[in-house]
């Protein structure tokens, strides 16, 4: 069975975000009296007085984590009217992920096309047309704290359109926004710097893209690659977005998890059985120990190999 890691935010009365969505909880011995009459039933003839729970939500369609059509960043994209979250193809939503780690950055740094490209030379990955690439910044740890919105760096207009032209569809981040936070923004709009204002979000005008706000949980994928994502939003005519529970999937899981104590047990000496799987297993373990891609490939064959003679690293 794989496992699947849950990457969305719940919808939920708590936290300090300055936008809240309401919910109506309505409980099993409240609902007879809304239901009974349109059915021709008392309340009190529904066995113990009981009936299903409901819930009424209103939430807009930009919270908790949301997919964010190329509608909301202009009326046209690449010279054609921009799509709405409904036309968005759902072969966008599902693909290979890859997690680039930039949780180093502080609050109101934006991330360059140059730091994108380091940080694929660090994991040993080349991106492919149709990826969907996961911009970790731990800020998600920090949603229900007040100003939330404001503590995470975002991604330049250089680095999206890099992504974009390696045929990257969607893209997504942990953190509230894609761009840099509104008040680092706005104070370099004032200081004339009027470009700098959702930078990102207005690139969609010249080139289609998605991307996926309000992530969570991308420090806890075991790899950076080697995993699929599904992140499909619910289909709401005419929207400029709409919410999304997405997932990572990680299909080998079982393997990856015993390449630690297959670690151990040939550092004791013991001889194990060796796999292809073992030796991918061993090449993430490099990858997430910080190894160059060179290394990789020959510590992994000989790892899996021979007897392990590397000291061991955790993640």
Known sequence: ???????????????????????????????????????????????????CAAEVVTLGTHNPTPLDAPYPFYPTSEG???????????????????????????????ISAHEVQQALKKIGYTLKP????????????????????????????????WL?????KVMGTDAWGWDRPFDTMVADFKAGKKEQLWESHYFGKEKEYCHI?????????????????????IKIEGASAGWVRAVAILEDYKVFSQTITFSRRARRGRRVKITKN??????????????????????????????????????
């Open 1 to 51: 069975m794989p496992k699947i890691i849950d990457l969305s935010v719940s919808v939920s009365l708590k936290g300090n975000l300055k936008v809240m969505p309401q919910i109506i909880y309505r409980k099993h011995e409240e609902t007879p009296r809304f239901f009974g009459e349109s059915i021709g039933i008392q309340p009190e003839e529904f066995p113990e007085g009981k009936y």
């Open 80 to 110: 054609k009217p921009a799509k709405t979250i409904d036309q968005i193809p759902l072969e966008w939503c599902y693909g290979d992920g890859v997690v680039l780690d930039f949780h180093h950055k502080k609050k109101g740094e934006g």
């Open 130 to 161: 149709w990826d969907i690439v996961l911009i970790r910044t731990d800020t998600y740890k920090r949603y229900h704290e007040p100003g939330y919105e404001y503590m995470h760096p975002g991604m330049t207009r250089e680095a999206t359109r």
């Open 164 to 168: 974009t032209e390696q045929g990257i």
């Open 213 to 233: 706000e309000r992530l969570a949980n991308l420090d806890k994928i075991p790899k950076p690659f080697g995993f699929k994502v599904a992140a499909f939003p």
């Open 278 to 315: 073992t030796q991918d297993s061993f090449f993430f373990l490099y990858v997430l120990c910080g190894l160059e891609a060179g290394e990789r490939k020959a510590l992994a064959y000989r790892q899996a190999s021979e007897i392990c003679t590397q000291p061991y690293q955790p993640f």
